[in-house]
């Protein structure tokens, strides 16, 4: 049974910086991509940033963009988001997440596996 865990979330001022990571068990992750998506109270879950198997493709949102950071660790089944430049707009609950194989990371539909999530909070 594949899990997903998210560790990293908590309360930063603006300006400040996190960092996410996700761990994965209990499958097989290869030719899967692996992402991060938020949903803040009251709007819809967002894709956030995406990385491609082998991790040489990234994909982000354009409110992400030159902020945050996505990479995997696929010795240790991991995920990671570097989020610098935090803004009370970025404050969400941050979801890892893993595509089905071959999936296209950018579209919530195309994953299989979601992690419970972890808070992020980002004061003004």
């Known amino acids: 049974q594949v899990q997903l865990v998210e560790v990293g979330g908590g309360l930063v001022q603006a300006g400040g910086s996190l960092r996410l990571s996700c761990a994965a068990s209990?499958?097989?992750?290869?030719?899967?991509?692996m992402g991060w998506f938020r949903q803040a109270p009251g709007k819809e879950r967002e894709f956030v940033a995406a990385?491609?198997?082998?991790?040489?493709?990234?994909y982000y949102a354009d409110s992400v963009k030159g902020r945050f950071t996505i990479s995997r660790d696929n010795a240790k089944n991991t995920v990671h988001l570097q989020m610098n430049s935090l803004e009370p707009e970025d404050t969400a609950v941050y979801y890892c997440?893993?595509?089905?194989?071959?999936?296209?990371?950018?579209?919530?539909?195309?994953?299989?596996?979601w992690g419970p999530g972890t808070p992020v909070t980002v004061s003004s």
């Open positions: 997440a893993v595509t089905k194989p071959w999936g296209r990371p950018i579209y919530p539909d195309e994953y299989d596996y």
């Open positions: 209990g499958g097989t992750f290869s030719s899967r991509a």
């Open positions: 990385v491609s198997w082998s991790g040489g493709r990234t």
